[in-house]
């Protein structure tokens, strides 16, 4: 099985900033990467697809790049609604998996 | 609105079954490959089941194969997940999503690009 490692594990940032979130999986995967956002209580919510492509309705200051094994999830100007955790999965080959989750909280 | 509805989640003793039901609406479903993926509380995502739209090809999780099946009913419009001999770690919330593929060049890219609001499952006695 494929093994998605996330990093940091949690983030403390201001409204304004800019975060970077890291996945990185055990061999090469392609472009095969995708984001998701989670809210407390709510269900996944996909942001970025194909490790790049920005998902329709999601705001611009998402932004996703990588391929082969290191993949980043930027927010170029962190929103109060962004403060969520946040999942890379890889969707090379089955079994899909996760990476553990990256949870933005607030300074 | 496209929307996935799931339902059948409820309190079951360890070694007993339950069925679970996603209802899709506001697209065509027929189409589409499905997911069941699961989240114990306090836990990260896990990717439980995928079938293909014709319901021909299944895959699952080590963690469920052999206790779960997935199965489909394009007539009416509807996805199941079949969980029987169940664990205390099967305890989770069960979201359905749907499977989106986009093909560039060589590789094809798969995506959950729509999700139920998800249903709870607690194994316990």
């Known amino acids: 099985d494929i093994q998605m490692t996330q990093s940091p594990s949690s983030l403390s940032a201001s409204i304004g900033d800019r975060v970077t979130i890291t996945c990185r999986a055990s061999?090469?995967?392609?472009?095969?990467l995708n984001w998701y956002e989670q809210k407390p209580g709510k269900a996944p919510n996909l942001l970025i697809y194909?490790?790049?492509s920005l998902q329709s309705g999601v705001p611009s200051r998402f932004s996703g790049s990588g391929s082969g094994t290191d993949f980043t999830l930027t927010i170029s100007s962190l929103q109060p609604e962004d403060f969520a955790t946040y999942y890379c999965?890889?969707?090379?080959?089955?079994?899909?998996?996760f990476g553990q989750g990256t949870k933005l909280e607030i300074k | 609105e496209v929307q996935l509805v799931e339902s059948g989640g409820g309190l079951v003793q360890p070694g007993g079954s339950l069925r679970l039901s996603c209802a899709a609406s506001?697209?065509?479903?027929?189409?589409?490959?499905m997911n069941w993926v699961r989240q114990a509380p306090g836990k990260g995502l896990e990717w439980v089941s995928y079938?293909?739209?014709?319901?021909?090809?299944?895959y699952y999780a080590d963690s469920v194969k052999g206790r779960f099946t997935i199965s489909r009913d394009n007539a009416k419009n509807s996805l199941y997940l079949q969980m029987n001999s169940l664990r205390a770690e099967d305890t989770a919330v069960y979201y359905c999503?749907?499977?989106?593929?986009?093909?560039?060049?060589?590789?094809?890219?798969?995506?959950?690009?729509?999700w139920g609001k998800g249903t709870t499952v607690t194994v316990s006695s």
């Open positions: 999503a749907r499977d989106r593929s986009d093909r560039y060049g060589d590789y094809v890219y798969n995506y959950m690009d729509v």
């Open positions: 506001g697209f065509t479903f027929s189409p589409y490959d």
């Open positions: 079938i293909i739209s014709s319901g021909s090809t299944i």
């Open positions: 061999q090469s995967i392609s472009n095969c």
């Open positions: 194909a490790a790049s």
């Open positions: 999965q890889q969707s090379y080959s089955t079994p899909y998996t």
